[in-house]
């Protein structure tokens, strides 16, 4: 079996971001087993760390932004798809800066760093995800088409039409992460001539330069127009001659921009957080449908693993809150406060209980001589557990109601009646942001699944909602 690997020793690599033109310095340093990838921008007050996330995405303009913490890093893929492509697990990866170093504009700096630290096998094993149906991804408008099938290794197939007939259409293929060091991290990002000024209107690419990206020329240059770029690169050398590459800047493959293209998938598929054996054929790819389809992975992942597991839960401990600090968070009340214990509380999961007895008021009538649970209510007290976790983030949560927004993928696999223990475990489907939390439960019965659903809701502050109202005569 696999084990997990990380870095012998720490390494170091600077460079200006692209976008920014930021000087920053990252380091690679080892980490324990079962820590993942994760960002730190040490430049910061408290030092705050970013998981590399699929959930923690902000941004997919002309590169992958995530965000945690009240921090954000740019440009992650290139240093994403190093650590994937040289099969590591565990890693932190402190940032002096806002954006990752572009470098050249590929892995191959990342590549090289790693390298020299060295790799050491850990305790753990490795924890691949193996791809049991078919998945598919399309986005419509962009014409992005990806799609995963069952392969016993991580390969990648990729095709690019231009819409140029300069590059036409392209593919690339990677048939098993080995490959990635030779003949895909090499391959550096690029630009068509054309695109230059509309990334400089939008004040990006403050850091690129004739270094760090292929400049593809598809259409005749005016002479005033290759001076202003002679000034924008402060780089009296530039020049075209005819069609192909800028300064004639030797290509590392015929089809480098489709590879590249490849680079960009395995780099933005690390932030699914577990190495994968499937087949991913994408055609048209970019970082926005790269992250759709990561997303998609990985709930299929988490559905999986629920289903395995179950959920089993020590019930004999002693709860975080009871009934009396539960009711000075929520505004409900009888007949329709629906949890009666809240176990654990994180930052992003909370675990509440539910225990149902014959004198429910709604067993009266669900049903007389049959009594069930109704779904509804199910669904109810799971927001309520819910709705816990997100008033633990305000500081006076009797002040706030929480008010549902949207709940999908509601699914009743048991029925609930007297005597049962309902077990309630949630966790954030993404960050809390603007008071809208978009959560995904489970709730168990002696360790089975007997209900699970997505839930989004917000919450809304409502002056004096617990005092008494005065009634006049």
Same mark, same amino acid.
């Given at each position: 079996?696999?084990?997990?690997?990380?870095?012998?020793?720490?390494?170091?690599?600077?460079?200006?971001?692209?976008?920014?033109?930021?000087?920053?310095?990252?380091?690679?340093?080892?980490?324990?087993?079962?820590?993942?990838?994760?960002?730190?921008?040490?430049?910061?007050?408290?030092?705050?760390?970013?998981?590399?996330?699929?959930?923690?995405?902000?941004?997919?303009?002309?590169?992958?932004?995530?965000?945690?913490?009240?921090?954000?890093?740019?440009?992650?893929?290139?240093?994403?798809?190093?650590?994937?492509?040289?099969?590591?697990?565990?890693?932190?990866?402190?940032?002096?800066?806002?954006?990752?170093?572009?470098?050249?504009?590929?892995?191959?700096?990342?590549?090289?760093?790693?390298?020299?630290?060295?790799?050491?096998?850990?305790?753990?094993?490795?924890?691949?995800?193996?791809?049991?149906?078919?998945?598919?991804?399309?986005? *419509?408008? +962009?014409?992005?088409?990806?799609? %995963?099938? /069952?392969?016993? #290794?991580?390969? @990648?197939?990729?095709?690019?039409?231009?819409?140029?007939?300069?590059?036409?259409?392209?593919?690339?293929?990677?048939?098993?992460?080995?490959?990635?060091?030779?003949?895909?991290?090499?391959?550096?990002?690029?630009?068509?001539?054309?695109?230059?000024?509309?990334?400089?209107?939008?004040?990006?690419?403050?850091?690129?330069?004739?270094?760090?990206?292929?400049?593809?020329?598809?259409?005749?240059?005016?002479?005033?127009?290759?001076?202003?770029?002679?000034?924008?690169?402060?780089?009296?050398?530039?020049?075209?001659?005819?069609?192909?590459?800028?300064?004639?800047?030797?290509?590392?493959?015929?089809?480098?921009?489709?590879?590249?293209?490849?680079?960009?998938?395995?780099?933005?598929?690390?932030?699914?957080?577990? *190495?994968? +054996?499937?087949?991913?054929?994408? %055609?048209? /790819?970019?970082? #926005?449908?790269? @992250?759709?389809?990561?997303?998609?992975?990985?709930?299929?992942?988490?559905?999986?693993?629920?289903?395995?597991?179950?959920?089993?839960?020590?019930?004999?401990?002693?709860?975080?809150?009871?009934?009396?600090?539960?009711?000075?968070?929520?505004?409900?009340?009888?007949?329709?406060?629906?949890?009666?214990?809240?176990?654990?509380?994180?930052?992003?999961?909370?675990?509440?209980?539910?225990?149902?007895?014959?004198?429910?008021?709604?067993?009266?009538?669900?049903?007389?001589?049959?009594?069930?649970?109704?779904?509804?209510?199910?669904?109810?007290?799971?927001?309520?557990?819910?709705?816990?976790?997100?008033?633990?983030?305000?500081?006076?949560?009797?002040?706030?109601?929480?008010?549902?927004?949207?709940?999908?993928?509601?699914?009743?696999?048991?029925?609930?009646?007297?005597?049962?223990?309902?077990?309630?475990?949630?966790?954030?489907?993404?960050?809390?942001?603007?008071?809208?939390?978009?959560?995904?439960?489970?709730?168990?019965?002696?360790?089975?699944?007997?209900?699970?659903?997505?839930?989004?809701?917000?919450?809304?502050?409502?002056?004096?909602?617990?005092?008494?109202?005065?009634?006049?005569?």
């Amino acid at each position: 079996m696999d084990k997990q690997r990380t870095l012998k020793s720490a390494v170091t690599v600077s460079g200006v971001g692209l976008h920014t033109g930021k000087f920053t310095t990252l380091t690679f340093r080892p980490a324990p087993d079962n820590h993942g990838f994760k960002f730190q921008r040490i430049d910061l007050e408290g030092k705050p760390v970013i998981d590399a996330d699929v959930d923690n995405v902000v941004d997919t303009a002309r590169g992958t932004s995530l965000e945690q913490n009240g921090a954000r890093v740019s440009t992650t893929e290139h240093a994403l798809g190093a650590l994937v492509g040289m099969e590591l697990d565990n890693i932190l990866i402190e940032l002096d800066g806002p954006e990752v170093p572009i470098m050249d504009g590929s892995s191959w700096p990342f590549i090289q760093a790693l390298e020299k630290a060295g790799t050491v096998e850990q305790e753990s094993a490795r924890e691949y995800y193996v791809l049991k149906e078919n998945l598919t991804y399309e986005d *419509p408008i +962009k014409k992005v088409e990806m799609l %995963a099938v /069952p392969q016993d #290794a991580y390969r @990648v197939t990729v095709m690019v039409d231009y819409n140029s007939d300069l590059l036409g259409t392209q593919h690339a293929s990677m048939y098993n992460i080995h490959e990635f060091r030779d003949q895909i991290s090499k391959c550096r990002t690029f630009v068509f001539l054309h695109e230059l000024e509309a990334l400089l209107k939008h004040n990006l690419i403050k850091g690129g330069d004739l270094n760090n990206a292929i400049v593809m020329v598809d259409k005749p240059i005016p002479d005033e127009d290759l001076a202003h770029l002679r000034k924008v690169f402060n780089n009296d050398t530039v020049e075209v001659k005819g069609r192909g590459v800028l300064n004639n800047t030797q290509l590392h493959f015929y089809n480098e921009p489709a590879r590249h293209k490849l680079l960009d998938i395995v780099g933005d598929l690390a932030l699914i957080g577990v *190495p994968l +054996k499937a087949h991913i054929l994408a %055609a048209r /790819p970019g970082h #926005a449908g790269n @992250v759709s389809f990561a997303k998609k992975i990985k709930e299929l992942i988490k559905k999986e693993r629920s289903k395995k597991a179950g959920f089993f839960y020590d019930l004999n401990k002693e709860p975080l809150f009871g009934i009396h600090e539960i009711m000075k968070k929520l505004p409900h009340r009888q007949p329709f406060l629906l949890i009666d214990k809240i176990m654990e509380l994180t930052p992003d999961s909370v675990v509440g209980v539910k225990n149902v007895t014959m004198n429910e008021e709604f067993f009266r009538g669900h049903f007389p001589g049959n009594p069930v649970m109704p779904g509804v209510l199910l669904i109810e007290a799971m927001a309520q557990t819910g709705g816990i976790l997100v008033l633990s983030t305000v500081p006076d949560p009797e002040n706030y109601i929480t008010l549902f927004m949207k709940i999908d993928n509601v699914k009743f696999k048991q029925k609930v009646v007297p005597g049962d223990t309902v077990v309630f475990n949630l966790k954030l489907l993404t960050p809390i942001r603007r008071g809208i939390c978009h959560m995904g439960g489970v709730a168990y019965v002696n360790g089975k699944a007997v209900m699970e659903a997505e839930m989004m809701a917000q919450i809304v502050k409502v002056k004096n909602i617990n005092k008494p109202i005065a009634v006049t005569a």
